[in-house]
């Protein structure tokens, strides 16, 4: 029976190619990546990190849309690794997708597996990374697609493009950093730099000498394309003295929005137009880290710093500092995430699937009292109180070769019992969630509607949540706990805004609306990467659709096993 059914989903993949004869105008671009070991210094600190080709930030890949990438990874380095292609759809190529253990098993130490995927219908800047525990710390790049053929930007071309990648740099082994938080269950500790381009700027130890410039000319208008690649940190984004215009957000236009700050999550990506009209001379690129918890400290009081630097200026003159927001100024941020529009849009006005879910952090009891040295309890994050638990190999294998006990098709549509998700003190009964690998399966093309409720278990924060294969509307936020009757009728159900990785607001909610058009297993997690080891994931499974395109297609032979 398995049989039979394989091969009627060869016959039908083959088939896919044979009819595809448009595909041939576009490009075919392929890539190697050897994961491998270097030592780096940052912030007078010397560590052997993982990286792609010898590169940190990885390699940039620059594709035009509709062309079909291969990037061929070789895994040399010491450690199981996958790659992630962020906000990529991966329309009928789930297997492509990346992440350990959900559409995958890791490519281990010597082994090698390739990617291959067209990238259809998006345009702007996404990104790659490792997804495999704090892997991505230092194995990202940056995914540069281009208007294909015949097609171009919705706004004027830029004389010229900067690429601007921030991240998280550790006086420490990054794997180490999150194996010792899960056996001890104690919080990973926290990074001890910000970085653009992998460089943490004039404003911490040892690091004015490689401070990155980007040098420009006066008179000029530059496409930003910046990829939060941080691991914990939301942050504020300013450059002295000039203002910013978001045009893309993750790779979907947007209403051209001009503002002085930017707020990026760790996943998000923004397309930027700047102009180049103050006097020659120097200027900070810069972010401040937000804390949304209410009462949250400040974590390092130091700003990740690039320089502007001017045709003409004083290599030698001090540049300008941009004023940043208040690292807790949660009003500016809110301002900024529900200020974006799209510039296209069709968003879905019925929907066939509602679901409300509980997005947070809580404590469990670890087993055999085996973190003494955390009080017997560790942090882990949740979706409707469930911790998601990785399976032993990837689900897309499991649900494709029908084998048992992997996972099963339960996920509540509800959180499992009603409270005052937001109030201050939430009784501790509720701070403990089950665990389990549970998925919520999705008929083929039905219209999803998800209303994501932060609560205030241990603190309330802004999650920023991640949907794989698909991008989402974002019809409603609000702070508090969503009302059914009251919410839906201020929904932007004209221009919302789609994303695919969402902050929602800290003590608040969002209602997201997408249409499961996209048959595979699709992973949904806090891109907090800390969270995401700790449980705060789930998954879609999306069942095939009636057209030969629409049916999951059988596993590449080089596919990794467990
Ligand atoms: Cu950028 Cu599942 O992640």
């Excluded at 008929?443 to 949540?465: A, K």
């Excluded at 949907?467 to 702070?479: E, I, P």
Aim: aromatic fraction near 12%.
């Amino acid at each position: 029976m398995a049989g039979l059914a394989s091969a009627v989903k060869l016959a039908s993949f083959l088939c896919i190619i044979f009819i595809a004869p448009w595909m041939a105008s576009a490009a075919l671009v392929q890539h190697n990546f050897t994961i491998g070991t270097q030592n780096v210094t940052r912030v007078c600190n010397t560590e052997t990190i993982v990286t792609v080709n010898g590169q940190y930030p990885g390699p940039t890949i620059t594709v035009d849309e509709g062309d079909n990438l291969i990037v061929e990874v070789q895994n040399d380095g010491p450690y199981n690794v996958t790659i992630h292609w962020h906000g990529v759809k991966q329309f009928g190529s789930p297997w492509a997708d990346g992440p350990s253990y959900i559409t995958q098993c890791p490519i281990a130490p010597g082994n090698k597996y390739t990617y291959n995927f067209t990238i259809t219908g998006q345009e702007g800047t996404l990104w790659w990374h490792a997804h495999i525990l704090y892997l991505r710390a230092t194995v990202h790049g940056a995914l540069v697609i281009k208007p294909g053929a015949g097609n171009d930007y919705p706004f004027s071309e830029p004389d010229d493009e900067i690429p601007i990648i921030l991240g998280e740099w550790w006086n420490a082994n990054v794997q180490d950093v999150i194996l010792d938080a899960i056996a001890t269950g104690a919080v990973p500790n926290d990074s001890d730099a910000y970085t653009i381009n992998s460089q943490p700027g004039d404003f911490f130890p040892c690091s004015s000498n490689d401070t990155v410039r980007f040098l420009v000319e006066m008179g000029k208008t530059y496409l930003l394309r910046i990829v939060n690649a941080a691991m914990i940190h939301t942050s504020f984004f300013k450059i002295a003295q000039h203002n910013m215009t978001v045009v893309a957000m993750d790779a979907v236009y947007v209403k051209p929005y001009t503002t002085d700050v930017l707020l990026i999550a760790p996943g998000n990506t923004m397309d930027v137009l700047i102009t180049t009209d103050q006097e020659v001379g120097l200027y900070y690129v810069g972010t401040r880290v937000y804390n949304s918890q209410p009462d949250g400290t400040q974590y390092l009081n130091t700003s990740a710093t690039a320089i502007l630097q001017y045709e003409g200026a004083l290599n030698t003159s001090t540049p300008l500092l941009p004023d940043f927001p208040d690292y807790n100024d949660t009003d500016t941020a809110f301002n900024f995430s529900s200020s974006l529009r799209s510039l296209n849009s069709s968003v879905p006005q019925t929907v066939d699937v509602e679901m409300y879910i509980t997005e947070g952090l809580g404590l469990i009891t670890c087993p055999d009292n085996s973190c003494p040295e955390n009080n017997g309890v560790r942090g882990v994050g949740s979706f409707n109180n469930i911790s998601f638990v990785d399976p032993d190999i990837a689900i897309l294998q499991a649900y494709y070769n029908d084998i048992d006990g992997v996972f099963t098709r339960d996920f509540p549509d509800n959180p499992p019992v009603e409270f005052n998700y937001t109030e201050a003190d939430i009784p501790l009964s509720f701070w403990a969630p089950d665990t389990g690998t549970r998925v919520k399966v999705l008929e083929f093309n039905s219209t999803v509607q998800v209303v994501f409720q932060n609560t205030g278990i241990i603190t309330f924060e802004s999650h920023p949540i991640h949907l794989h294969g698909h991008d989402f509307y974002l019809v409603g936020q609000g702070f508090g706990n969503y009302n059914n009757e009251t919410d839906p009728a201020n929904f932007n159900l004209v221009d919302p805004q789609m994303l695919n990785t969402l902050g929602v607001p800290t003590g608040g909610w969002a209602a997201i609306r997408f249409v499961a058009n996209n048959p595979g297993v699709w992973l949904v997690h806090c891109h907090f990467e800390s969270h995401s080891s700790l449980g705060f994931d789930m998954v879609f499974l999306t069942y095939n659709g009636p057209e030969d395109a629409d049916i999951v297609p059988p596993p590449p032979s080089d596919l990794p096993q467990c």
